[in-house]
Each structure stands twice: as C-alpha cells, then as structure tokens.
C-alpha cells in the first residue's frame, strides 16, 4: 500500500470538528505543512491535544489566531498571548494539564491502558473533578488516557513504509502521539525507498504510520 501523499490529498484528511493531536514543542517539531493544511480548508471546531500552543504566528499558534480550535488540551498557553484572551472571553475551552501527565495520558491512549495513577496535582485546581484513589497509603488522582481520531506528527526522515528518525528533540510528543490516533500523517524532511533505515534507527515503526506527507514534494 502506498501511503506517500500530497498536500492537496490531506484535504479529504482533515474535517469540522475532528479531534487532532499535533507534535511539537512550541514551533519545534510541529507539522507546518499540515497546520497550514487545517488553515487554508479552514477546518473549525476542533479539540486540539498538543504540549502547548505555540505562539499567534507561529505553528500551532496560528489555530489558535484563527479561532479554528473550541477546545485545547494542552500543559501551556503562557507563550501565546491570543489563546488566553479567548480563554478569558470564554471563546476557548482550554485544559491545562501538567507536562508531564499529559505525556502519560496520551501513552495511555497508545498503549490500550485505562489511566495512570499521579500525585501531581494532588491539593491544586488540576484535581477538580477528578477520581482519588488510596495507594499505599498515599492519595492519588487517576488520570485517563487521550485518543485523538488524527495526530498529525513531524520526522526527519522516513521510509516509503512508513518508519521514522526524528532529529534530535524534535521528537518530543511526535512518537507518542503516532500510537494514539485512529489516523496519524507523518510530515517528513526526507523520504527513502523502504529498507534503506536500518531497523536498529527507527524510532516510530511503520506500521503506526497511516499517511506520509514529503516536504520536498513528489517521492510517488
């Protein structure tokens, strides 16, 4: 199956609505090809699972400057000025999520688990509303696992099959949101025929990799 695409092919890819995880910290890591895709098809509605929000124009950001996105879940907004205002204006929906935990909640949702137990937030507005539990003596909040219908991630490279390198800490959230979507497109530096990585540098596999969007153009 060929799963290099274009990006006039991502269109049928992205819709209202639709629940994404995007890689990335900041601007580091993060799709351009494809955030600029959701922006020209002007895809509203959508819940928004990512580290941050980057800045108004930059990445992630411009989503947010657009006021495409009802509802971000992300651990921090303080480098974009715009997602507070809406925030405040009750325009936006924003869940604030430690760094850390929102890392675990999405490996939740990739590896099939039903939460993960943390003390982090434990006496703070981040365990409102959530389940306790005793462990060991110790209070606990359960956190439960992030699924998205489409991640859209960032790699280095990539193989026509579909396995990725990511350079360097770029690769931040992209691995652990390819394991937690329904659909996941990696927008990728350089593409090679299937067999030229060597098994022992592939960071994602393949076979969590639906779509390759290439950079540099046609690689068919």
Do not use: W
Not at 9 to 34: H, K, W
Not at 62 to 67: D, K, V, Y
């Amino acid at each position: 199956m060929n799963k290099v695409i274009t990006s006039e092919q991502t269109a049928e890819f992205l819709y209202n609505g639709m629940v994404v995880m995007i890689g990335g910290f900041l601007d580091v890591g993060s799709p351009e090809m494809m955030i600029l895709a959701m922006i020209d098809r002007n895809v509203r509605d959508v819940t928004l699972i990512a580290n941050d929000t980057a800045y108004a124009d930059k990445g992630i950001g411009r989503l947010i400057a657009n006021r495409q996105v009802k509802k971000a879940i992300v651990s921090h907004i303080g480098t974009n000025p715009e997602t507070g205002r809406q925030m405040m204006d009750n325009d936006l929906d924003v869940e604030l999520v430690p760094q850390g935990t929102l890392a675990e909640r999405i490996r939740c949702g990739g590896a099939g688990l039903g939460g993960v137990l943390t003390r982090t937030g434990i006496g703070t507005v981040v365990e409102t509303g959530k389940q306790k539990m005793l462990v060991g003596g110790q209070e606990y909040l359960l956190e439960t696992p992030l699924r998205a219908s489409v991640a859209l991630i960032r790699a280095k490279k990539a193989d026509k099959a579909g396995n990725l390198i990511y350079e360097k800490a770029a690769r931040n959230f992209n691995p652990l949101m390819a394991a937690a979507a329904d659909l996941v497109i990696a927008e990728v530096d350089e593409l090679v025929e299937t067999g030229v990585i060597d098994a022992d540098e592939v960071m994602t596999p393949g076979i969590l990799v639906d779509k390759i969007l290439y950079r540099g153009g046609a690689f068919l």
